[in-house]
């Protein structure tokens, strides 16, 4: 067997030896032979090394290759491209390489899982390059959409990964493309999942009603769509475009769906805003987002006020510690954006209750006194004459009365004065009030 190897691979190079020699004789009259340069494009004319191969071999060889090195491959030529779109396509690779099982029990399975089908958006990304856009998506998620974890309202497990390998895939798919390709990305993906249909359902719906539908619709848009990109824009070009179709009372709904607190249960904490004050870790995502429209230079601040009227009065109007809470979380421009609408529209009594209870949670939560004298200070500026800014002091300094007096006629009125938390909530109070003013005339006479 080594012998018959050995006279075939003879016989080729005596053959292209004589060829060569002939060509040599023709051209040159030296004693040497020149030597023949084949560049890239001749070779590719003439068909590559893996062209001559036959198709069985071509697959063991694609068999031995991860999905990385595939990805690399499939950039070689674009005859290479072409096999391995063929190769990708079968049933056989598709059951052997795209992973269905995302209930894993280990934190280790999930990032394998995870980091293979980032692998995979590398592979589709680079194997589809000379595709138009449309027939990209169309052979992509051809190989998708009969997934199960996948799919919205298909999956009912609490620690599944489909959502989270789905975006990463995604992220890495489009990584790069212009705005352009994006919003066909976007309108791709609702005409594939019913997207904007299921948005309507539960928009329109009782809040809390269809709490499976909200918790589905939060899953799926948060980790296929808005929380695998690292950078703000992007973040900002998938919420917009999720917003985009309705109405402001509807966006300001959705708004709270993809980013509200969520209960122990994994529903959405619709009434807990109404009843009680949350910890700033309930509210931390929604003021991100908040933010993040905030900072588009598309959205106008009168808009962001509005979405924000709007939101604190989903389903009924919050406790004021949460809507104070949720102000501080979004930062001084925002904040007193929406303190001075006020104030120019003579809505003294509302934002001196609104003062009191920032003023409280920057005690309550440990943000330093200043930024809230400051923030006092700056709506102060708004009133034009003395007497204005007068009563708008005079009205801040009743509120702080009023309030305390409320908190200590509902412990004693509900027989709550041994409540740990009333008692607790009187003595922030108390105390917030004091650092205030202590802050106040610091600055004031310094």
């Known amino acids: 067997m080594v012998r018959n190897t050995s006279r075939n691979t003879g016989y080729t190079l005596t053959r292209r030896s004589k060829h060569k020699h002939k060509r040599t004789q023709h051209h040159h009259h030296g004693p040497h032979p020149a030597r023949t340069i084949v560049t890239r494009r001749q070779s590719h004319i003439s068909g590559s090394f893996f062209h001559m191969l036959p198709p069985e071999v071509f697959d063991m060889i694609l068999d031995k290759l991860s999905v990385l090195e595939m990805s690399v491959f499939s950039m070689v030529s674009k005859e290479i491209t072409g096999c391995v779109v063929d190769y990708i396509s079968t049933v056989a690779w598709k059951n052997r ?15 394998s899982t995870i980091g293979h089908y980032r692998d995979l958006g590398l592979l589709f990304k680079r194997c589809t390059l000379l595709l138009p856009t449309k027939e990209r998506l169309k052979f992509i998620f051809s190989k998708f959409s009969q997934i199960p974890c996948f799919m919205l309202e298909q999956c009912s497990s609490l620690d599944c990964t489909g959502f989270c390998s789905y975006g990463v895939f995604l992220q890495t798919l489009i990584a790069g493309w212009d705005e352009l390709e994006c919003q066909r990305v976007f309108n791709f993906l609702c005409d594939l999942t019913n997207l904007l249909q299921k948005v309507d359902a539960v928009i329109t719906g009782k809040p809390g009603v269809r709490w499976y539908k909200e918790l589905q619709l939060r899953l799926f848009c948060r980790q296929v769509l808005l929380d695998p990109w690292p950078n703000q824009p992007d973040s900002q070009f998938w919420l917009m475009q999720l917003l985009k179709p309705w109405p402001m009372v509807s966006q300001a709904r959705l708004l709270f769906i993809l980013y509200g607190p969520l209960l122990p249960e994994g529903s959405l904490g619709w009434q807990d805003l109404v009843e009680r004050g949350l910890p700033h870790s309930a509210l931390w995502d929604l003021s991100k987002a908040i933010l993040l429209l905030f900072d588009k230079v598309e ?28 102000l501080v979380l979004c930062g001084s421009s925002l904040c007193y954006a929406i303190l001075s609408s006020k104030a120019i529209n003579g809505r003294l009594r509302e934002i001196s209750r609104l003062i009191v209870y920032i003023i409280m949670v920057c ?4 943000y330093h006194m200043s930024w809230a004298v400051k923030l006092v200070q700056q709506i102060c500026k708004i009133f034009n004459t003395a007497p204005e800014r007068f009563f708008f002091i005079q009205e801040l300094e009743n509120m702080f009365s009023e309030v305390t007096r409320d908190v200590f006629e509902f412990s004693v009125a509900g027989n709550h004065f041994g409540d740990g938390e009333t008692f607790q909530t009187l003595c922030i109070l108390l105390n917030s009030s004091a650092r205030f003013h202590t802050t106040f005339l610091h600055m004031l006479l310094k």
Do not use: Y
Not at 100 to 108: A, E, G, N, P, V
């Open 363 to 366: 005690e309550k939560d440990g």
């Open 299 to 326: 959205v106008k601040d009168n808009v962001i006020q509005a979405i924000l009227e709007e939101l604190i009065v989903i389903p009924q109007p919050w406790h004021v510690e949460n809507v104070a809470r949720l």
């Open 97 to 111: 390489t795209i992973v269905q099982s995302f209930h894993h029990s280990t934190c280790l399975e999930q990032r």
